[in-house]
């Protein structure tokens, strides 16, 4: 039984929390045949719908990119148009009602890439071409670290692109289209956005995963870590023109061991692993610039849906409703302008 497939889940099991909190998720990929993401190398609607009809009140959700069905030709600048064009077709299949009530991908997150300076503005009028009324903004990923334990997953693997003269050319035309930008980065690079942000006052900008928090390898130094990546969200959120999304430490990177359980963490244990890290998140950013996010199918091999749901109600417990209304809902549909 592979840990973080659907049997290996089921062997956790709880009643739903609080079900009639309206829930948008502003986080999760869609993606075929991808080899590399054992044991989910499908994630397509009806896995999602399965997902989200779990006992949540989950209304939409946001669909971010994964370089997934990018075009096979043309010019390369112009192939994640690909995705965004897939993704369209989803979303039109899900607003059909067929799939259930959630309305996924409502808003669409895709990819150009910024070191294009000015000449990324006719890939953002393309991926805009492709999806007129759900496409929002694009993720730029730059990951990056020097040690070679640590996977760099970033399309443009170089240091450093956030201080370019390049991509803040292109980040300014993002926020001339009132587009947004995903950030997502390791932590030992949260000062390079801090800066980053406060030249380009104007872009909306999503820090995702808290921070690209990582505790392996050279990062196992648990206080060090930690002293570090506080240090960076605080950088980060003093730039009002940032939000964070809570959640992503699924990922085994964070340095968990969820993933290879027996059996599968509960809501209770995952909300007081969950709470030291979102609440700093919470207490820096405050509740008007955070959202709860799945990160799914990447964080399923650590948890459930429902259970991860249930962890993020119990450790917002103490806030209040308008708070927790805003960091569960309505904070992503304001950012990402949904519409369903």
């Avoid at 119990?314 to 549909?333: I, K, Q, T, W």
């Amino acid at each position: 039984m592979p840990f973080g497939g659907n049997d290996w889940l089921a062997l956790t099991t709880e009643p739903t929390l609080e079900p009639e909190i309206p829930i948008c998720d502003p986080h999760h990929h869609f993606w075929d045949q991808r080899t590399a993401r054992i044991p989910h190398q499908r994630y397509l609607l009806d896995d999602l719908a399965a997902d989200v009809n779990s006992g949540h009140n989950v209304r939409s959700t946001v669909f971010v990119e994964a370089r997934s069905m990018y075009r096979a030709d043309g010019p390369e600048e112009m192939r994640p148009v690909g995705e965004v064009e897939f993704v369209q077709g989803l979303a039109a299949a899900s607003a059909s009602g067929l799939y259930g009530p959630t309305r996924a991908a409502a808003s669409i997150v895709g990819h150009a890439n910024l070191n294009l300076g000015d000449r990324v503005e006719r890939v953002l009028d393309a991926l805009q071409a492709a999806s007129p009324n759900r496409f929002r903004g694009i993720r730029h990923s730059v990951t990056w670290d020097p040690h070679p334990e640590i996977e760099v997953t970033s399309a443009h693997r170089t240091e450093g692109q956030l201080g370019t003269d390049n991509f803040r050319a292109g980040a300014r035309v993002l926020a001339s289209k009132g587009m947004s930008l995903e950030a997502w980065l390791y932590f030992p690079q949260l000062p390079e956005l801090a800066d980053f942000a406060r030249v380009v006052p104007d872009l909306t900008i999503i820090l995702n995963h808290i921070g690209g928090l990582l505790r392996v390898g050279p990062y196992a130094n648990f206080d060090e870590v930690m002293t570090t990546w506080r240090n960076g969200i605080a950088a980060v959120a003093a730039n009002p023109n940032v939000v964070v999304k809570l959640g992503g430490i699924g990922m085994p990177r964070t340095g968990f061991d969820w993933h290879g359980r027996d059996v599968p963490v509960s809501s209770e244990e995952l909300a007081e692993s969950m709470a030291p890290l979102m609440n700093y998140c919470i207490e820096r950013f405050g509740p008007d610039r955070c959202m709860f996010e799945s990160n799914f199918p990447v964080d399923k091999v650590s948890y459930s849906y429902n259970v991860m749901y249930n962890a993020f109600k119990r450790l917002s417990s103490g806030y209040s409703a308008s708070e927790r209304a805003a960091m569960f809902h309505d904070n992503a549909v304001r950012v990402y302008r949904v519409e369903a």
